[in-house]
């Protein structure tokens, strides 16, 4: 099956860092760009940050950019998500999905995305 998986999530104290990773399984992760989304309870898929497949260049949402870094290892297959000075607003399940509906990485719309995980839980409480 196509798909990947997340993992690193957890439990952090406001202003604590986590390191996310997502894993591909069934392709090869180096021919896409590779976005992350987070969907908190009630609320629909939220983008927040993409990886170029061709250049490794990224994007991120207001809200994260200066906070969160995104990365990949085409060699591990894997992308991950380095994120420092989490707020509680973070608080989701973080998921990975590759951009198959184009090659604009800053639209961030979960329609164009494919492959989903089963997602990552980040909680971010004192």
């Known amino acids: 099956q196509l798909e990947f998986e997340e993992s690193g999530g957890g439990l952090v104290q406001p202003g604590g860092s986590l390191r996310l990773s997502c894993e591909a399984s069934?392709?090869?992760?180096?021919?896409?760009?590779i976005g992350w989304f987070r969907r908190a309870p009630g609320k629909d898929y939220e983008g927040v940050s993409c990886i170029s497949s061709s250049d490794d260049s990224t994007y991120y949402i207001a809200s994260v950019k200066g906070r969160f870094t995104i990365s990949r290892d085409n060699a591990l297959n894997m992308v991950f998500l380095q994120m420092n000075s989490l707020k509680p607003e973070d608080t989701g399940v973080y998921y990975c999905a590759a951009l198959t509906g184009g090659d604009d990485i800053t639209t961030m719309d979960a329609r164009d995305y494919a492959y989903w995980g089963q997602g990552t839980q980040v909680t971010v409480s004192s």
């Open positions: 069934g392709f090869d992760l180096e021919y896409y760009a």
